[in-house]
């Protein structure tokens, strides 16, 4: 029985060799960064927290183009940070994934939408959600649109300079 830990811990190790070496180098800054979110979500009123989420644009449906290298860079964030989403002893669900997108993209100069929504779909149970979407990349919370109407919209905050909505 003893036997299947070390088994478990190269299967695991394999498992990241065959990673991006980007996906691999975000990995532990995006366990650290979940963790610290859900801690932001737990103490802070999420007032407080929206203003440092980007430009709010209300309940706008607008995503930003990236280059096709700023493309590449958010599909091995978003990857990055679903997998350690996956191995935190706490709880990392969409929002806390989605701001720990949005300051690596914000770190990397990659230009995002941060969308909230809600599905009102069963009167008696409404469903929030958040996703981040670099470009045609769903970094984190899938293809929310799908599902929910989109509530608030948050932006890299130099996205649309100059430009009102």
């Known amino acids: 029985m ?3 830990k070390p088994k478990l811990l190269l299967r695991k190790f394999r498992a990241l060799r065959r990673r991006h070496w980007r996906e691999t180098l975000w990995l532990g800054p995006a366990f650290c960064l979940l963790g610290i979110m859900r801690a932001i979500l737990l103490l802070v009123p999420f ?3 929206a203003r440092y989420l ?3 644009l209300e309940n706008v449906g607008v995503i930003p183009l990236a280059g096709a290298q700023q493309v590449m860079r958010a599909e091995h964030i978003g990857s990055a940070i679903r997998t350690a989403a996956n191995y935190t002893p706490w709880e990392s669900k969409c929002l806390a994934q ?3 997108a949005r300051v690596i993209l914000g770190i990397n100069g990659i230009p995002y ?3 909230l929504g809600i599905n009102k779909q069963n009167p008696t149970e409404m469903k929030a959600h958040a996703w981040v979407r670099v470009d045609r990349v769903p970094v984190t919370g899938g293809d929310g649109f799908a599902e929910f109407t989109v509530v608030s919209t948050f932006v890299a905050a130099d996205t649309f300079a100059g430009q009102a909505f």
């Open 2 to 4: 003893h036997l299947r």
């Open 47 to 49: 007032g407080n927290i």
């Open 54 to 56: 980007g430009r709010h």
């Open 98 to 100: 989605a701001m720990t």
């Open 113 to 115: 939408a941060l969308f």
